[in-house]
């Protein structure tokens, strides 16, 4: 699998990443008894609004993630994979342009939350180089993990 190169998302984009994005999260709806707050975002939105990167393969999107630039931080707000494609390393290449982004930036921090239930993405991210910080109840009897990760400073 060689997908195209990661793309900013364009408006016309919306109705693939929000499809991607219901996909990739389908799988919690069960564990958490709702749907998770990303397959309910207006991707036109965060599309407008934030930095959303995608990726193609055979004219069909497989990844995204949704960023947003803080003050002193990168902020992961949304990574999807379609289920097809998980465990393809697409979900790293995500969080490696991330933060080259940061760095383009000069931020030396990227954060992200995750609902405590997903275990496995909170594995998933410390495997790569995050640590828990904080731990709130952003939604209502669901409690939400906040991670991040420090960038050396290159310069």
């Known amino acids: 699998m060689n997908p195209a190169q990661p793309r900013r998302a364009e408006i016309g984009d919306a109705h693939a990443v ?7 999260y389908a799988k919690w709806v069960v564990i958490i008894g709702r749907e998770p707050l990303p397959m309910v975002a207006d991707q036109t939105i965060a599309i407008r609004d934030n930095i959303v990167v ?15 630039v803080k003050a002193d931080y990168l902020l992961i707000e ?21 933060e080259d ?8 921090e990227i ?3 995750t609902n405590a239930r997903f275990l496995s993405n909170i594995t998933w991210y410390k495997r ?6 904080r731990r709130e109840e952003m939604v209502p009897g669901s409690e939400t993990v906040h991670m991040r990760k420090p960038l050396p400073d290159i310069h």
Do not use: S
């Not at 929000?18 to 990739?24: C, K, M, S």
């Not at 004219?59 to 947003?68: I, R, S």
């Not at 940061?102 to 030396?108: F, G, M, N, T, V």
């Open 78 to 98: 949304n990574i999807a994979v379609q289920p097809g494609y998980q465990g393809m390393g697409l979900g790293k290449r995500a969080l490696c342009h991330a």
């Open 128 to 133: 790569h180089g995050y640590e828990e910080y």
């Open 111 to 113: 954060r992200l939350y």
């Open 101 to 108: 982004i940061a760095r383009k930036h000069a931020l030396l």
């Open 18 to 24: 929000r499809a991607l994005t219901r996909a990739a």
């Open 54 to 68: 995608v990726w193609e393969l055979d004219n069909t999107l497989v990844a995204a993630v949704e960023l947003f």
